[in-house]
């Protein structure tokens, strides 16, 4: 049992045009190694980074920006690139980041960021699960929702659809003929 | 005040067993005309020893069919039908109307399963019968298939000091309670047995959760009625009755009886109620049998009749729980008003002993009920906490206030 | 020791290894994927709007929560902007819909802790509001209502006074519920200080919703990032206040308290719904991009990404389930508590297995 600590003092509505000051910060940061940053609407901020600089961007995000919740991480298969999406969100003024981290095709592996935030543990776990995308420094990176003995990754477009397959077989699911 | 409807139950089966033993004797007379060794059985038949030991046999078996069928099924149809109509729908609707013989079949344009009730106990209990009695293969067999028995066993063992009216007992003992509280303490032992018998981690944390239970809740109960024993001075449950057969104050024909429960005894009797209610593992006491965690507890491997059995004997016990309750501190049979009318010397009952003395097991079996089903669970480590750390300093005050009051000639 | 996946009170099919010391929790560790449909994956060769049918099905007892989440993220992608009366009729089946689905969560959390009456009279307030869904929609669950563009239809005439009279009749009864939960004596026995989690643990693992508030952090998205006419809707979010929350009762007090905020919502949202106004536009039939959005459920925050390649079909879509995260935290709330409280602390935490496993 956690001990019940003071909850944080919070306003509960969002701060407008807050987040043209946080891309501004973003970027007079992390210059160069922001590929992408724009202002979706109001209360999201999209950039993309290159996987190196993950934990450079989410420590600052966390620490001096004080987004302290990790909504999602979403893996995507873009067929010559992965991409591990991050939804962060700031509880202190309503806003979302959105951080897009490219990774190499033939190189699936990215930093960790359950250090950072727990929330991470799951979603990561289910990423490697769908996608085969390997979270290093991930505490225990074994598979959630498919059983432990699934030999595919089946969000993967290499892997058939429904619609293009016929019945396999569990054995051949299991890595068998 | 009131009297009972049946004087003498052993005179009264000793009448029907001596009709019983007539009629075979005409048989066996008309076979003896023409085999003439048959004459000497007829005689023996009828002669007094066994008379004697045939009438043990009979009243045995009415008081079974009174106290485990008749009552068993009505209590189980209150407790349904009650609470289905605390929880706003029907309950309980088989009755004779849903049987598909004649004179039964004939509602051919009324509902037939829309009755009172009152069959669906018998029709479930002959679903259980002929259901297959499974034994777990790793199971200690001798003691899976002795628990039931020991549990069933003692606690009919009860009623053969269980009176239930004046006249309708079995068996007349100096010391009946001392015997009732016994056999009712049996209980721990055969729900141990059948817990830790089925190999099963969650029987088994059934059976010991219940055995700490109701160990715990014997000893407010026996507190309480050695603070009673202070009022009575007498462990005999039928002078205890015949002393609240009184009345406290009157107002000429009408009055307070001078029943227990308003008498100083009513902490006893609020401190013996829970404890009691505890013993029964009804809700909020019930977790030894929890659903929530453990599928059926304790009982969780038995099939069949043999769950059967386990199951019906709970309600057993909270008739016996009830009655003990009514006979301690509600006056037992006695009936305050509507008691007799006598004629020419013959005391004729209008409401006998025993209609009230259902009355009120009756409705405390209502009130349990009632209780039971609008309160959630209290967990294990909680009930052990309300039975050692609460009930038993208020018992003990129930002894000094009973001793107390006795000794400065107060009550 | 196993509790489930077969096991009649956790709600759902998974499991839950605990390690036990004597009657206490030392460690939990939770099992799920047993109700995994790859939800994701069949996701990408339906259309956009054929999604909605099995978005209905991603949690099944609050449907319309989960398809309009969808149907945001979709129309966010696209660009579509929904006229007012379709979002406002969307406000009214969204806080309809989190009445019927916290209902089932009491239904369910009476049991568990031995109070089965509550099973019974919780069911039997349900079908009022499943009666109105029925009445707005034409089904009772997995209704297929939301739309990329709007709602399906309009809400039918007679709709508003049957609400107005279900809904009066609705909070005379919870506050006979009140008295039967709240002030029973054994029910604060069984729920206060049981299970409790920290704010900032609940943070940090990611749990959202009831269950957050519950712990004392004002956060409602409906507040916070306000979705549809949130904005010009007056309600409080329901909060714990108070030093010693994150335990079961609060989360209780925390939900049955929001059943009686929505009915207000519900009450509002047809006095300010324009009376003439279209309640659908037709969202283009390709689009690309990507889309997100988050709504609070009623279970907490349901997150939707959905990209786009310039087909007709979703390139990807994330389901984002709150349920998901509660459960990495279920551990924290276990530890230290008695094994008979195992199925108290998971009920109060309002379990759907269908949206956790996808």
Redesign the interface.
């Known amino acids: 049992m956690s001990p019940a600590g003071r909850p944080p003092e919070l306003q509960g509505r969002a701060v407008p045009g807050i987040e043209h000051e946080i891309l501004a910060q973003l970027q007079s940061l992390f210059k160069a190694k922001l590929l992408d940053g724009r202002v979706v609407r109001p209360r999201l901020v999209e950039i993309a980074i290159d996987r190196s600089d993950l934990l450079a961007v989410c420590t600052f995000l966390r620490e001096a920006l004080g987004f302290e919740h990790l909504a999602c991480i979403t893996a995507i298969d873009w067929r010559d690139r992965f991409e591990s999406v991050y939804h962060v969100s700031n509880y202190y003024n309503g806003c979302v980041v959105q951080v897009h981290a490219r990774i190499p095709y033939d190189d699936p592996k990215i930093a960790s960021v359950t250090k950072l935030w727990n929330a991470a543990n799951y979603h990561e776990r289910e990423a490697w699960d769908l996608m085969g995308i390997v979270y290093e420094g991930h505490p225990n990176l074994e598979r959630i929702l498919l059983p432990a003995d699934f030999k595919f990754h089946p969000l993967r477009k290499d892997f058939a659809q429904e619609v293009d397959r016929q019945y396999i077989s569990r054995r051949k699911l299991k890595g068998g003929k | 005040m009131s009297v009972p409807l049946v004087p003498s139950f052993f005179e009264s089966c000793r009448i029907l067993t001596v009709a019983i033993v007539w009629v075979v004797n005409l048989i066996i007379r008309a076979i003896g005309v023409v085999i003439p060794p048959f004459n000497d059985l007829a005689d023996w038949l009828a002669s007094d020893s066994v008379i004697t030991v045939l009438t043990w046999l009979v009243l045995m078996t009415v008081m079974l069919v009174w106290t485990a069928l008749f009552n068993l099924l009505t209590v189980m149809w209150i407790e349904r039908k009650f609470y289905s109509r605390l929880q706003d729908r029907y309950g309980i609707m088989v009755s004779v109307w849903s049987l598909p013989f004649w004179p039964f079949n004939r509602r051919k344009d009324r509902p037939t399963h829309k009755g009172w009730g009152y069959l669906q106990n018998v029709a479930d209990g002959m679903k259980l019968l002929q259901k297959e009695n499974l034994t777990p293969a790793s199971a200690d067999a001798a003691m899976f298939h002795i628990s039931p028995v020991l549990i069933a066993s003692t606690t009919l063992l009860i009623f053969v000091a269980l009176p239930w009216s004046s006249g309708f007992y079995v068996a007349k003992l100096d010391l009946s309670l001392l015997f009732i509280l016994a056999a009712f303490s049996f209980a721990p032992f055969g729900i141990l047995i059948a817990g830790w018998s089925a190999n099963n981690k969650y029987t088994l944390v059934g059976g010991m959760r219940a055995a700490a239970q109701l160990m715990a809740y014997e000893i407010p109960l026996i507190l309480c009625v050695i603070a009673l024993v202070f009022f009575t001075g007498t462990l005999d449950v039928f002078a205890i009755v015949a002393q609240q057969d009184r009345h406290l104050v009157s107002f000429g024909s009408l009055g307070i009886p001078a029943w227990y429960v308003f008498s100083p005894q009513i902490l006893g009797f609020l401190i013996f109620t829970v404890a009691m209610v505890a013993e029964m593992e009804r809700i909020p006491f019930d977790i030894p049998e929890a659903e929530a965690e453990l599928v059926e507890g304790w009982t969780t491997e038995y099939s069949g009749m043999r769950f059967g059995l386990v199951f019906g004997f709970k309600w057993l016990r909270m008739i016996a729980g009830a009655a003990l309750i009514t006979i301690l501190y509600l006056g037992g049979w006695s009936g305050p008003v509507f008691a007799t009318i006598y004629i020419g010397g013959i005391a004729i009952p209008i409401l006998p002993e025993e209609i009230w003395f259902l009355l009120k097991v009756w409705l405390l079996c209502v009130v349990i009920v009632w209780v039971s089903w609008s309160v959630p669970r209290v967990r294990i480590d909680q009930i052990l906490k309300i039975g050692w750390r609460r009930l038993i300093p208020f018992s003990l005050l129930a002894i000094i206030v009973g001793a107390g009051t006795r000794a400065l000639g107060w009550y | 020791?196993n509790?489930g996946p077969q096991?009649?009170?956790t709600h759902g099919l998974w499991n839950m290894k605990v390690k036990v010391d004597g009657?206490t929790i030392t460690d939990a560790k939770p099992e799920?994927?047993y109700l995994?449909r790859?939800y994701?994956?069949?996701m990408?060769?339906r259309e956009f709007q054929k999604n909605v049918v099995l978005t209905d099905r991603l949690c099944y007892v609050s449907s319309i929560t989960w398809s309009h989440a969808y149907c945001l993220a979709v129309e966010?992608m696209m660009g579509v902007e929904v006229p007012e009366r379709g979002q406002w009729i969307r406000v009214v089946a969204l806080e309809l819909q989190r009445i019927a689905s916290h209902l089932m969560w009491l239904a369910a959390y009476?049991?568990?802790?031995?109070?089965?009456?509550a099973?019974?009279?919780s069911l039997?307030e349900r079908e009022l509001f499943l009666d109105l869904i029925q009445l707005m929609s034409g089904a009772r669950m997995n209704q297929n209502y939301p739309r990329v563009g709007g709602v399906r239809n309009d809400l039918p005439d007679n709709f508003e006074a049957m609400c107005k009279r279900s809904i009066a009749h609705f909070l005379e009864k919870l506050d006979g519920y009140e008295k039967?939960m709240h002030e029973?004596k054994?029910?604060l026995?069984?729920t206060q200080d049981v299970?409790?989690?920290?704010?900032?643990?609940a943070?940090?693992?990611?749990v959202?919703g009831p269950n957050l508030r519950a712990?004392?952090?004002?956060?409602?998205l409906r507040?916070?990032?306000?979705y549809e006419t949130y904005e010009q809707i007056d309600f409080e979010?329901q909060i714990w206040k108070g030093?010693?929350?994150?335990?079961s009762y609060a989360r209780f007090v925390c939900r049955f308290n929001e059943m009686r905020e929505s009915c207000g919502i519900v009450l509002q949202a047809l006095e300010k719904m324009p009376k003439d106004s279209p309640f659908r536009t037709k969202p283009p039939r390709r689009a690309e991009g990507d889309g997100?959005a988050?709504t609070e459920d009623s279970r907490g925050?349901a997150?939707f990404?959905v990209?786009g390649d310039g087909d007709d079909r979703p390139y990807?879509v994330?389901i984002?389930s709150p349920i998901?995260?509660s459960?990495?935290a279920t551990p924290?709330?276990l530890?230290?508590?008695?094994?008979?409280?195992?199925?108290a602390i998971l009920g109060s935490i309002d379990v759907c297995v269908g949206e956790m496993?996808?």
């Open positions: 020791m509790m096991h009649p009170m009657e799920i994927g995994h790859g994701e994956k069949i990408e060769v966010r009476g049991p568990d802790l031995g109070l089965l009456t099973l019974l009279w039997r039967l029973s054994v029910f026995m069984r299970g409790r989690i920290s704010a900032a643990d943070i940090n693992w990611g959202t712990c004392g952090v004002n956060v409602d507040r916070l990032d306000p979010p030093a010693d929350g994150g335990d997100y988050r925050e997150l990404y990209i990807r994330k984002r998901f995260c459960m990495a924290i709330m530890r230290g508590n008695k094994l008979a409280d195992v199925v496993d996808k």
